[in-house]
Each structure stands twice: as structure tokens, then as C-alpha cells.
């Protein structure tokens, strides 16, 4: 199976092509640009090399790639170009699952959203592809430096939010190959508190009153050991 991963060439895109790849699966880098594409993922293949079991990371443009996945097409834009993105590729995604990492910061200030109004990006993605597209929200408070370091675990639980709750589980095990946990945390309205957490965590990233950066969540059983 191979993966799309529009928006690619972006930090958190770079970051979640690395980890995927490195797991063994197949990356395909999408950009509107496809010769930025290429250069990426020649960039990103290099990192990898020498490593056991890892697959190839290809760049295309971002409707080549959306063609070249198999099941699985992943957004990472920002979130000025998650609409237009969708527009351009709603075509080609009868039958596939969009899985929308995006998140609306509000402009100049990225400690705040700006959710539209469909309540958050997931459900907004839903509204314009329509039910033929099966739209899961995940990933979202992942931190994209955290991603590109690939010698250390990730150190956070993933939400999964959609509708359609077997379309949420076949992103959920597809998380799992990252080493992840990630938690089915409702339909796509529930996107709307999962969105919101992301700029608390670029808040506590960017305080001074915090000893950390590059925080994350996790779900944490009672009694568990810290």
C-alpha cells in the first residue's frame, strides 16, 4: 500500500513521510510543485539510508499523488490552502480516505483557532468532498519537530475523530505501524476539541514558564506509572 501525503514538503509532512517510510510504507510526497516534490523526497530518501526495512518516498505533484495511493490520502497543507487543495483533488478521492491533519490557527496569533464554520477543518472537508469520501481527522497535536527525529519515539497519543468509525480504525492501525497509540475519540464533530488542543500545546512551547518544548498528549490509565 502506498500512502499520499499532501503538503509534503512541509515540516510535519516531511516528518510523517520519514516515520511512515521508515516503517515500510511506501510514500507518495505530494506538492503543488513537482519538482520541489522530487528534491524532498531525494532529500528524505537519503536520511533513510541504511536503514532495515524501509520503503521509498517518491514526490509528485499533488493530484499524481492522490492517483499514486492506494487507499489513504493524507493532508498536511496549511490551513490557508485546505480548501483549495481539497477542490483541486475532490475528483480523484471517491472511495479513498482522506485523512485531515490540518488545524485553523487563527492569523498572527498560532496559540488561537479560527475554526469556520462547520465547526472545525475535519467537518469542513466532509461538507465540500461529500459522504463518497470518507474523512477521518487525525495527527493533529503531533509536533512536526518531534517527526523529524527519528532516533527518538514519538511522545504523544494520536485522536482519531470521523463519522465513519471503520474508516477511523484502518487510520488508527496505520498510525499504530509509528510505534503510536491512537484512540477513536468520535464522530467528525468531535474534531472541534481535538483541533483546539494543538495551539494549547504551541502555547506551552513557546512559554518560558514551561521546562520543555515539543510537548504532546497522552491518555493516561489510572494508577499507571509515570
Given amino acids: ?31 503543488r510543485d513537482r519538482s520541489r516534490s522530487a528534491e524532498i523526497a531525494a532529500a528524505l530518501n537519503a536520511k533513510l539510508d541504511g536503514r ?6 517518491e514526490g509528485y505533484e499533488n493530484e ?8 489513504v490520502v493524507m493532508l498536511a497543507v496549511p490551513y490557508t490552502g485546505h480548501d483549495t487543495t481539497l477542490r483541486s483533488i475532490a475528483p480523484l478521492l471517491d472511495g479513498k480516505i482522506l485523512v485531515d491533519l490540518v488545524v485553523p490557527l487563527a ?21 465540500l468532498l461529500g459522504n463518497n469520501v470518507r474523512v477521518v481527522g487525525a495527527l493533529h497535536n503531533v509536533s512536526a519537530h518531534t517527526l523529524n527525529q527519528l532516533d527518538q519515539p514519538i511522545n504523544c497519543d494520536v485522536l482519531a475523530c470521523g463519522n465513519d468509525v471503520e474508516a477511523a480504525q ?6 499504530a505501524q509509528l510505534g503510536v ?3 477513536y475519540a468520535g464522530p467528525a464533530s468531535s474534531a472541534r476539541c481535538v483541533e483546539a488542543i494543538t495551539p494549547m500545546l504551541i502555547r506551552f512551547n513557546i512559554s518560558k514558564k514551561v521546562p520543555f518544548s515539543h510537548a504532546g498528549i497522552r491518555i493516561w490509565a489510572p494508577g499507571a506509572p509515570a
Fill in 64 to 71: 499524481e499523488a492522490v492517483r499514486a495511493a492506494g487507499e
Fill in 181 to 183: 497509540t491512537a484512540y
Fill in 52 to 57: 532495515a526495512g524501509r520503503a521509498s518516498i
Fill in 107 to 127: 492569523p498572527n496569533d498560532p496559540k488561537t483557532v479560527a475554526m469556520p464554520p462547520e465547526g472545525s477543518a475535519t467537518e469542513a472537508a466532509q461538507a
Fill in 170 to 175: 484502518t487510520v488508527m492501525d496505520l498510525v
Fill in 1 to 31: 500500500m502506498k500512502l499520499a501525503i499532501l503538503g509534503g514538503t512541509g515540516p510535519q509532512g516531511q516528518g510523517l513521510a520519514l516515520r511512515f517510510a521508515q516503517a515500510g510504507v511506501a510514500v507518495a510526497l505530494g506538492s
